[in-house]
């Protein structure tokens, strides 16, 4: 049976609502009394303050999304609980810098200041790169590759969560993402229709659509619109909030907890709300390798150009892309690794969500080798075997297996004193925190996780991005 795709529609300029008074802008209060959270304040609190209480209209509440809905939003009184989706690695697999580029380029990539014309999350061409574009009358090869290109991105438990939500009559269906609404409102709702989703409201990161107030982060953004929702549907009970970023969950709770002190402390009859903060195992999916190296070209293409224009004195540097070794290794092929990572089962306890899997090389040295040194390795390509020996950790923070080459006479040279693979690690902690590990269990012939492979000379290779900090025009001295 098909899916019927609902129209989503842009929402036009804010000059077709009349906002009377801004007192129920960012607030949530009962008879004429209100909480008015302040962005500019240091403690972030909600403090009271004197209101005529919402407006019946919710055209205040449409200023905020991007979306036009299929039907009037439900009134307040009928509304008992809010559903809040984040966008970005909760509901949908976004793209984010893979490991084809070297740590420092993907701290460059990542900050939003550092190209001209924005990084990685201020691109739209990125997000743009994840929608399939069929063209007419071109053979776009198999199913196969199309899925390999263009994977599906959804991340279907969340997507099955938005999907019965919607058919509450007592529940405002949200999804709220602090992507920036004027570059990604186009994308976002081609994203959105062409899966079928019909939210109630799409809040992309804006100005305060009615005091034009910019928002200095995300989270700042998102607690202004909440109190805005909390101020308009005053018998709302419950929220649901579905983050993937742990520090974005804290501070959602702390917000619930503080709503609800000062609701406790003014004698209000709002009834007390429920904050469900849901935290999400971060979902996300690498764009194609040569797609990513596309679009990172054109953003230092994009910031050369926009250097071009500045004046001479405060002109950067042109931004440049290079090709570096970053180690000499013995490389794994990519089903030994599944095989080598499936047998030990790794379950971090304490930190489950800023552990990354490795197990892909045992480094020979940092960088490239010397050619009379590869030749004593057998030349580039060259295949030894090897086998488990012990396995060891340190801390919930690394974890690792020592192996030894196979046969008589095998002689291999490694960065550790014995040839080691390192299976997994927290995302800040860096391969010295081998040397920590001081128990390793042995791993004999028909232990369960012993394996003999075979591993090929080879250089890992990284891309490096060359793009020195813009100085700030105040920074410069006359």
């Not at 019946?56 to 036009?68: G, M, N, T, V, Y």
């Not at 950790?393 to 020592?402: E, G, K, L, Q, T």
């Not at 028909?446 to 250089?459: I, K, N, Q």
Request: with cysteine; charged share 25%; glycine share 6%.
């Amino acid at each position: 049976m098909g899916v019927r795709l609902p129209k989503f529609s842009r929402i036009g300029g804010l000059g077709q609502f009349r906002f009377p008074t801004v007192s129920t802008f960012c607030v949530h209060g009962h008879q004429g009394q209100g909480f008015l959270y302040h962005p500019k304040s240091n403690s972030g609190k909600i403090r009271a303050m004197s209101s005529p209480g919402p407006s019946e209209d919710d055209a205040a509440i449409l200023a905020w999304s991007i979306a036009a809905p299929q039907a009037p939003l439900p009134t307040p009184d009928l509304v008992k609980r809010i559903c809040i989706i984040d966008f970005d690695n909760t509901l949908y697999r976004s793209p984010v810098p893979s490991n084809i580029w070297d740590g420092p380029s993907i701290g460059i990539l990542r900050d939003k200041d550092r190209l001209l014309g924005g990084g990685w999350w201020q691109t739209p061409s990125i997000l743009d790169a994840t929608i399939y574009k069929p063209v007419e009358g071109l053979d776009v090869g198999s199913e196969v590759d199309r899925e390999r290109r263009y994977p599906n991105r959804w991340n279907g438990p969340i997507v099955d969560i938005a999907r019965r939500t919607k058919q509450s009559p007592h529940t405002l269906n949200v999804l709220l993402t602090g992507r920036n609404r004027k570059l990604f409102s186009k994308t976002m709702l081609r994203l959105l229709e062409s899966a079928g989703f019909n939210f109630d409201l799409v809040v992309l990161k804006q100005n305060h659509p009615q005091l034009g107030y910019e928002f200095a982060t995300t989270m700042e953004f998102k607690q202004c619109f909440i109190s805005t929702l909390l101020n308009h549907y005053r018998q709302t009970d419950r929220i649901s909030i579905y983050e993937d970023r742990p520090g974005h969950s804290r501070q959602f709770r702390d917000f619930g907890d503080e709503f609800n002190k000062t609701s406790i402390r003014n004698s209000f009859v709002q009834p007390r709300v429920r904050f469900d903060v849901i935290q999400v195992q971060p979902a996300h999916r690498d764009l194609d390798p040569l797609e990513e190296i596309k679009q990172v070209k054109f953003m230092l293409q994009r910031h050369n150009r926009m250097a071009q224009n500045m004046d001479a004195g405060m002109r950067p540097p042109p931004a440049k892309l290079f090709k570096r070794v970053c180690h000499t290794s013995y490389m794994l092929d990519p089903t030994t690794t599944h095989t080598l990572l499936s047998k030990f089962n790794l379950r971090p306890r304490r930190y489950p969500r800023e552990v990354d899997s490795f197990g892909r090389y045992i480094p020979i040295r940092m960088g490239r080798c010397e050619p009379a040194e590869i030749e004593r390795l057998g030349g580039m390509g060259a295949r030894i075997e090897f086998e488990t020996v012990s396995f060891g950790s340190y801390n919930d923070d690394i974890w690792a297996v020592r192996v030894k080459p196979v046969g008589v006479g095998v002689s291999v040279s490694t960065m550790n004193p014995t040839p080691t693979v390192v299976l997994a690690k927290r995302i800040d902690v860096a391969d010295i925190f081998l040397q920590r590990i001081s128990r390793w269990e042995d791993i004999r012939p028909g232990d369960a996780r012993y394996l003999r492979f075979s591993a090929t000379v080879g250089e890992q290779l990284r891309l490096q991005i060359l793009a020195p900090k813009i100085i700030p025009r105040s920074t410069v001295l006359d």
